[in-house]
């Protein structure tokens, strides 16, 4: 596995084997323990994706436009989204200039064109949600839970998160919604933990949870979700395995379709197909 970790390296786990868990972070470990390690504690230099920078970038101003009351214009919302994207572009391109170092996007090289044409899907993305917010009357946010912030308690392990929005929908109740700028997820346990975590604290049951899809302009079907025992104790395990695994120093390779779009696989010997 990874020959020997720097005095540095150590004292990073040390920290990560006391912190809390996150979904991302629970997620990496699970699909490829090595990637976890050498992403999050030996550092090794990452490939970059600019879907990274657009989906924060439409994140934080879909965030602002909910807690503004929806008083952003259109136009207000899309420089505000291309002032970020380009902030945290440019960040990105200080640490990583290196074109290798940028992954493609079908048929866009990701340094330049991907980087460019993201400018502008982005933009196109926020003012979609801003129209599909002015034509969808069924759902309104519930109690101003916009990026919630939780931290969970399961049964010993702590669980922190941010919860994109928390609806009330007019005839199926509460709900949880993830605003999605890439892909629609195939699995949904993130919004299961999310009603599960407004369950137990806040106290309100949330049967359902859906998407906002920033490739369609409008919400994903709606999705039921358990938050009952066995999903809670499902949830138990999956977060106590990895938080043994991590203070363990368990970091076995799992080579698999993860590397394809694995940051680190240019620092990893273990590829799948190299
Ligand atoms: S390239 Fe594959 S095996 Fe190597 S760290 Fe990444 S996901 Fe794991």
Known sequence: MYKSLTD???????KYKNRARSWSQTKQYM?????????RIVRAPEMRGAWLEQGVAVHAVIEEYEKSERSLTDSQARSMYQDRYSSMINASLAV???????FSSGPYRGLPQDIERRYRVGADQVSAYLEWSRNSNETKILHNFVELRFVLDLDGVEVLGFIDQVVNHVKKGPGVRDIKTGQKPTEHGQLELYALAVKELHDVEAEWGDYWLGKTGKTSRSIPLDTGPSQRSHFVEWFAKMDAGVKAGDFLPKPGDACERCPVQLSCAYRAGS
């Open 8 to 14: 540095e390296q150590e004292e990073r786990w040390e």
């Open 31 to 39: 699909t490829c323990p090595y990637q976890f390690l050498l992403s």
């Open 96 to 102: 990583t200039s290196d074109p290798d170092m940028w």
